[in-house]
């Protein structure tokens, strides 16, 4: 199993440029997440999915959009970059059991300048 | 507003010695705590959670503590190993639907 992936691993984007970062576990995983973590700071849980066709928004979910139409793929999606969006963003998932653990992937550094 | 709070930002401790991280939080409607490492450059991998039924749970090295009247939990690692060296965060939900991280705990471990 690769478990949750993430690409691209780095990206530098233009204010007001858009982009979408792609995210794939193969765990048969219900439930998936996206976060942010600001240097220094914990994370922050921008929107979720109990399963596909279901997302609602977390935190800090503003200037972010996304979908689920598999069990498999949450990509999220920035419409308009902004600079306050330059963060390292996590993809995670679990299952509906278990020690309510999550499966992190390794992570997207983006920078928006 | 922070819901789950880390107040030491880092923490050494001598290899073969007890390592203590501590977090706060503020939603007493929180019913599952867990810890995670962060290594750079890595996404956290999950260690230990303890459900709020529970007052400790404990994994080999690793021991969390949580006390519910004081909205506090901790984690021990006894031995500390060189290789625990790394960025610890509590997290915290209610549920399985939001989770809230601390800003987490930098420990060295000195061989």
């Known amino acids: 199993n690769a478990g949750v992936t993430q690409t691209p691993k780095f990206r530098i984007l233009k204010i007001g440029q858009s982009m979408t970062l792609q995210c794939t576990q193969d765990?048969?995983?219900?439930?998936m997440y996206w976060y942010r973590q600001d240097p220094g700071m914990g994370l922050k849980l921008i929107y979720y999915?109990?399963?596909?066709?279901?997302?609602d928004k977390g935190e800090v979910p503003n200037g972010y959009n996304v979908s689920r139409s598999t069990t498999e793929d949450f990509p999220l999606r920035l419409e308009l970059a902004a600079p306050s969006q330059t963060s390292v963003y996590f993809c995670a998932s679990s299952y509906p059991s278990g020690q309510n653990e999550q499966f992190f992937g390794p992570g997207t550094r983006l920078t928006v300048l | 507003d922070q819901q789950v709070k880390q107040n030491s930002p880092s923490l050494s401790v001598q290899e073969g010695r007890i390592s203590i991280l501590n977090c706060d939080y503020t939603n007493s409607m929180f019913d599952y705590f867990l810890w995670y490492k962060k290594y750079p450059a890595e996404g956290p991998t999950f260690l230990i959670s303890?459900?709020?039924?529970?007052d400790k749970n404990e994994d080999g090295r690793f021991t969390v503590f949580l006390n519910k009247s004081a909205k506090h939990l901790s984690l021990h690692i006894v031995p500390s190993q060189p290789g625990d060296s790394a960025v610890y965060f509590c997290a915290a939900s209610e549920g399985r639907n939001q989770f809230y991280f601390g800003t987490g705990t930098s420990l060295t471990v000195i061989p």
């Open positions: 765990m048969n995983h219900n439930y």
């Open positions: 303890i459900s709020s039924i529970k």
């Open positions: 999915s109990v399963g596909a066709g279901i997302t």
